[in-house]
């Protein structure tokens, strides 16, 4: 079990791993869990994603792939996708 913390530029507290148990300081709420939808990628089903709270039904033919990578700097998709 691990989870990562992504803060911003000029906070105090640096982005940072934790391995086991996440820390509760660094959410708020309950965790939603989700499976690895491909073993050699830390890939996930992703239903679609929210601007602003509206739908932009990105994924109309059943789950996206979304790939979790913290070593990446960039967001990369379907050039149409993005460009909205």
Avoid: R
């Avoid at 940072?16 to 959410?27: L, T, V, W």
């Avoid at 601007?51 to 913290?70: A, H, Q, R, S």
Wanted: charged share 25%; glycine share 8%.
């Amino acid at each position: 079990m691990f989870s990562f913390y992504l803060a911003e530029q000029n906070e105090s507290i640096k982005s940072q791993i934790i391995f086991g148990e996440p820390d509760k300081k660094f959410y708020i709420g309950k965790l939603k869990w989700h499976k690895v939808t491909e073993v050699s990628y830390w890939q996930l089903g992703m239903d679609d994603i929210y601007m602003d709270g509206e739908k932009m039904n990105l994924c109309k033919d059943g789950p996206c792939k979304l790939v979790i990578d913290t070593g990446t700097s960039i967001i990369t998709g379907p050039s149409e996708a993005l460009k909205k």
